[in-house]
């Protein structure tokens, strides 16, 4: 039987397992109606296991409440949601977590939570169907256009297909051919022995040559 991996017994980049930590962000409202909650609301968001990446207090006009819940146009409720919405002063929070958007979602609960969901914080801090205290993102591309409205100078994250192609392509092979003649070595300060390992080993550095150049016959 023959060894798996290269010819001189280094694991292929497929055969090395990379540890995967995906780390999803989801936009948080605490709307008017909870404000004076908000540290309350702040502190059970941390406790459970988030990370505040961004914070601001801020009061919509109606125009921008509008542009907001577009998916919301032509409902009937939607004259009162932009009212209440702008009615007072929200604020929004950039959350980041594993699974942040699915982890939000059930900590908030439904609309109509206090029926269903009583341990849910709408269920704690809704005066209403309307009035329901929190928001959350639904889905990833939902959140990152969100997240853009409440913090325009927020750089596009790509998605975990879109990373792993990037890796796979640009960076796996390198770091795992690093890593290999890391653990044969063994040098007392790894991180910079094999920061500089990368710099020399760099396939997209510039190549320079030596020579005169040799022009073409005319």
């Known amino acids: 039987m023959e060894d798996a991996g290269t010819s001189d017994g280094t694991p292929t980049a497929e055969e090395f397992q990379f540890p995967r930590i ?3 962000r989801t936009l948080a409202i ?10 309350e609301i702040e502190d ?27 998916e919301h146009h032509g409902k009937l409720t939607f004259p009162k949601l932009t009212a209440y ?10 959350l980041a977590r594993d699974n942040a958007i699915a982890h939000w979602k ?3 609960g439904p609309i109509k939570a206090a029926e269903t969901h009583p341990e849910s914080l709408r269920a704690k801090y809704a005066t209403s169907e309307l009035e329901n205290a929190l928001h959350g993102s639904e889905s990833f591309h939902v959140a990152e256009r ?10 596009t994250v790509p998605t975990r297909e879109e990373t792993e192609e990037y890796l796979s392509r640009y960076v ?17 300060n790894p991180c910079v022995w094999l920061a500089e390992w990368l710099i020399k080993n760099n ?3 510039p190549q320079i040559c030596d020579g005169a150049v040799v022009e073409g016959e005319e």
Do not use: W
């Not at 969100?146 to 750089?155: A, D, Q, R, V």
């Open 44 to 70: 059970i968001i941390l406790t459970s296991g988030f990370t505040i990446l961004q914070r601001r207090k801020l009061q919509l006009s109606p125009e921008q409440c509008s542009d907001f819940y577009t």
């Open 22 to 24: 995906y780390v999803e």
């Open 146 to 155: 969100e997240i853009k409205f409440m913090f325009p100078n927020t750089l």
């Open 85 to 94: 919405m702008s009615s007072g002063p929200i604020i929004a929070l950039t």
């Open 30 to 39: 605490i709307k008017p109606n909870a404000i004076q909650k908000s540290e």
């Open 203 to 205: 396939p997209n550095k």
């Open 172 to 188: 796996n092979q390198t770091l795992l051919q690093g890593l290999t003649e890391l653990c044969k070595h063994k040098p007392l």
């Open 106 to 108: 059930a900590i908030i």
